[in-house]
C-alpha cells in the first residue's frame, strides 16, 4: 500500500473531510391538515352566510346576494394572499413590528375623536377609508400584538422569567384596554388580553404571575360594570333575556332570539335555507349569530361538524407552533392559534347564552371583508411556519 496517502493514525486521507457548516432549515412542503381545515371552514362559512344573509339582504339592499357576493370576492383574494403569504419567511414581519404597533395605536385614537369614528348600535369601533370601506382598527391591532409580542419575548430572554421584564407587555396592554374602553369593545380586549397573556406563557412567563392579574382583571370588570351603563343591562338581559315581554324586546331580543333560533334546530335541522328566525328576528344573521341561523337549519349535526372543524383547525396551529423551528415561529404561531380559538370560543358562548352580547363575530364565517383578507393573512403565516418543521416532527404531527 502507498503510505503517501496514509496520514497519521492510518485513516485514508479522502476520508477525513472537514465537519459541514451549520446551514439554514429548508423549506418542506406546508402542513396539509392545516390547509385542509382553512378550506373546509372558509367553504362551509361562505355556504351558512349566503343562506343567513339572503332576508337581510333583500330587506337592507334588495338584493340577495349582496353580502355573499362581496365576502366571496375576498375569499378569492384572501385564498391567493395566503397562498402568496406562506411562501414568504414569516422573519420579515418582525422588521415592522414597532411602526405598526404605533399606527395602530394612532387608528386607535382617530376612532374614539367624534366625527372620525362610525357608530354602530352604539359603539364606535370603525373608520370608513377610500376603498376599504369600513375598517375596524381593532382588529389590525390584535395582529400587532401577536408581531411585537412575540419579538421583544424572544429579544428579553430570560428577563420574561421576572417581573420587570413582564412590566413593558403588561404596559402595552393597559394602554391598548383603555383605548377599546372608549369605543367601547369589551370583546377585542378580551382577545388581545388573552393573545398577550398566552404568548408571555410561552415565552416563560411564570404561572403565578395569574394571581395578580387576575385580581386586577376582576377588579377591572367590576368596574367597567359600574361605569358603563349599558353593560348592566346586557348582564340582566343575559342572565334571563325571556324575564318579561319589555326585557325580551329590548336588550335580551339578541339572546332570546339567537337561543330560539338554536332551539328550533333539534337534531337534523330545518334544512338548509329554510330557517325563520333569520327573517329579521335574529339580529345580525350574517355577522355575530351566523352560528345561531346555521344551528336552526343544520341542527346538532351541522353544529358539532362545524366545530369539530374549528378544534381540528386549532389544534393544527397549535401543532405548528409546538414543533415550529425556533422560538419566534413558535410565539408568533402561539399568538394566532390563541386569536382563533378564543373568538372562536367567544362567539359560541355568546350565541348559545353562556356569555354576555359582546359583538364578537365567527372566524371564515361572519361577513366581513377586511377581517377576512387579515384571518387568511395569519393562515398564510401559520403555513409558512409550517413549512419549516423538521420532517421528522412534521411526520409525527
Same mark, same amino acid.
Given at each position: 500500500?502507498? !503510505?503517501?496517502?496514509?496520514?497519521?493514525?492510518?485513516? /485514508?486521507?479522502?476520508?477525513?473531510? /472537514? *465537519? /459541514?457548516?451549520?446551514?439554514?432549515?429548508?423549506?418542506?412542503?406546508?402542513?396539509?391538515?392545516?390547509?385542509?381545515?382553512?378550506? +373546509?371552514?372558509?367553504?362551509?362559512?361562505?355556504?351558512?352566510?349566503?343562506?343567513?344573509?339572503?332576508?337581510?339582504?333583500?330587506?337592507?339592499?334588495?338584493?340577495?346576494?349582496?353580502?355573499?357576493?362581496?365576502?366571496?370576492?375576498?375569499?378569492?383574494?384572501?385564498? =391567493?394572499?395566503?397562498?402568496?403569504?406562506?411562501?414568504?419567511?414569516?422573519?420579515?414581519?418582525? &422588521?415592522?413590528?414597532?411602526?405598526? %404597533?404605533?399606527?395602530?395605536?394612532?387608528?386607535? @385614537?382617530?376612532?374614539?375623536?367624534?366625527?372620525?369614528?362610525?357608530?354602530?348600535?352604539?359603539?364606535?369601533?370603525?373608520?370608513?377609508?377610500?376603498?376599504?370601506? *369600513?375598517?375596524?382598527?381593532?382588529?389590525?391591532?390584535?395582529?400587532? @400584538? @401577536?408581531?411585537?409580542?412575540?419579538?421583544?419575548?424572544?429579544? %428579553?430572554?430570560?428577563?420574561?422569567?421576572?417581573?420587570?421584564?413582564?412590566?413593558?407587555?403588561?404596559?402595552?396592554?393597559?394602554?391598548?384596554?383603555?383605548?377599546?374602553?372608549?369605543?367601547?369593545?369589551?370583546?377585542?380586549?378580551?382577545?388581545?388580553?388573552?393573545?398577550?397573556?398566552?404568548?408571555?406563557?410561552?415565552?416563560?412567563?411564570?404561572?403565578?404571575?395569574?394571581? /395578580?392579574?387576575?385580581?386586577?382583571?376582576?377588579?377591572?370588570?367590576?368596574?367597567?360594570?359600574?361605569?358603563?351603563?349599558?353593560?348592566?343591562?346586557?348582564?340582566?338581559?343575559?342572565?334571563?333575556?325571556?324575564?318579561?315581554?319589555?326585557?325580551?324586546?329590548?336588550?335580551?331580543?339578541?339572546?332570546?332570539?339567537?337561543? @330560539?333560533?338554536?332551539?328550533?334546530?333539534?337534531?337534523?335541522?330545518?334544512?338548509?335555507?329554510?330557517?325563520?328566525?333569520?327573517?329579521?328576528?335574529?339580529? *345580525?344573521?350574517?355577522?355575530?349569530?351566523? %352560528?345561531?341561523?346555521?344551528?336552526?337549519? #343544520?341542527?346538532? =349535526?351541522?353544529?358539532?361538524?362545524?366545530?369539530?372543524?374549528? $378544534?381540528? +383547525?386549532?389544534? &393544527?396551529?397549535?401543532?405548528?407552533?409546538?414543533?415550529?423551528?425556533?422560538? #419566534?415561529?413558535?410565539?408568533? $404561531? !402561539?399568538?394566532?392559534?390563541?386569536?382563533?380559538?378564543?373568538?372562536?370560543?367567544?362567539?359560541?358562548? =355568546?350565541?348559545?347564552?353562556?356569555?354576555?352580547?359582546?359583538?364578537?363575530?365567527?372566524?371564515?364565517?361572519?361577513?366581513?371583508?377586511?377581517?377576512?383578507?387579515?384571518? #387568511?393573512?395569519?393562515?398564510?403565516?401559520?403555513?409558512?411556519?409550517?413549512?419549516?418543521?423538521?420532517?421528522?416532527?412534521?411526520?409525527?404531527?
Amino acid at each position: 500500500m502507498n !503510505t503517501k496517502t496514509m496520514p497519521r493514525g492510518g485513516t /485514508p486521507a479522502r476520508a477525513r473531510r /472537514p *465537519e /459541514p457548516k451549520h446551514a439554514a432549515p429548508k423549506a418542506h412542503r406546508l402542513d396539509t391538515g392545516a390547509l385542509l381545515g382553512i378550506v +373546509l371552514l372558509l367553504a362551509v362559512g361562505l355556504i351558512a352566510l349566503f343562506s343567513a344573509s339572503y332576508p337581510a339582504a333583500i330587506s337592507k339592499f334588495n338584493d340577495g346576494i349582496y353580502f355573499i357576493k362581496r365576502q366571496g370576492l375576498y375569499a378569492i383574494i384572501g385564498f =391567493v394572499a395566503m397562498l402568496v403569504i406562506s411562501g414568504i419567511d414569516y422573519h420579515i414581519y418582525l &422588521r415592522f413590528q414597532k411602526p405598526l %404597533f404605533v399606527v395602530c395605536i394612532g387608528l386607535l @385614537i382617530l376612532v374614539i375623536i367624534p366625527g372620525v369614528g362610525v357608530n354602530h348600535n352604539g359603539a364606535t369601533r370603525w373608520i370608513d377609508l377610500p376603498l376599504l370601506g *369600513e375598517f375596524q382598527p381593532s382588529e389590525l391591532m390584535k395582529d400587532a @400584538i @401577536i408581531i411585537s409580542f412575540s419579538y421583544y419575548a424572544v429579544k %428579553f430572554g430570560d428577563r420574561v422569567r421576572k417581573i420587570r421584564g413582564d412590566l413593558p407587555f403588561f404596559g402595552a396592554l393597559l394602554l391598548v384596554a383603555g383605548l377599546l374602553y372608549f369605543e367601547p369593545h369589551l370583546s377585542g380586549t378580551i382577545i388581545i388580553f388573552g393573545i398577550g397573556l398566552a404568548i408571555l406563557i410561552v415565552a416563560g412567563m411564570k404561572i403565578w404571575y395569574f394571581i /395578580p392579574i387576575g385580581i386586577v382583571v376582576a377588579a377591572a370588570g367590576v368596574w367597567y360594570i359600574a361605569t358603563q351603563g349599558y353593560a348592566n343591562a346586557r348582564i340582566e338581559a343575559w342572565l334571563n333575556p325571556f324575564a318579561t315581554d319589555e326585557l325580551f324586546r329590548g336588550d335580551g331580543w339578541q339572546g332570546g332570539n339567537s337561543q @330560539i333560533a338554536i332551539g328550533s334546530g333539534g337534531f337534523w335541522g330545518l334544512g338548509l335555507g329554510q330557517g325563520r328566525q333569520k327573517h329579521l328576528y335574529l339580529p *345580525e344573521p350574517q355577522n355575530d349569530f351566523i %352560528f345561531s341561523a346555521w344551528c336552526e337549519e #343544520m341542527g346538532f =349535526v351541522g353544529a358539532l361538524l362545524v366545530i369539530l372543524l374549528f $378544534a381540528f +383547525l386549532i389544534y &393544527r396551529c397549535y401543532n405548528i407552533a409546538f414543533h415550529a423551528q425556533d422560538k #419566534m415561529g413558535c410565539l408568533l $404561531a !402561539t399568538g394566532i392559534a390563541t386569536k382563533l380559538a378564543i373568538q372562536t370560543l367567544l362567539n359560541l358562548f =355568546v350565541v348559545t347564552g353562556l356569555f354576555p352580547v359582546t359583538g364578537a363575530s365567527l372566524p371564515f364565517f361572519s361577513y366581513g371583508g377586511t377581517a377576512l383578507l387579515m384571518q #387568511m393573512g395569519e393562515m398564510g403565516i401559520i403555513l409558512n411556519i409550517s413549512r419549516y418543521m423538521r420532517p421528522s416532527e412534521k411526520r409525527r404531527g
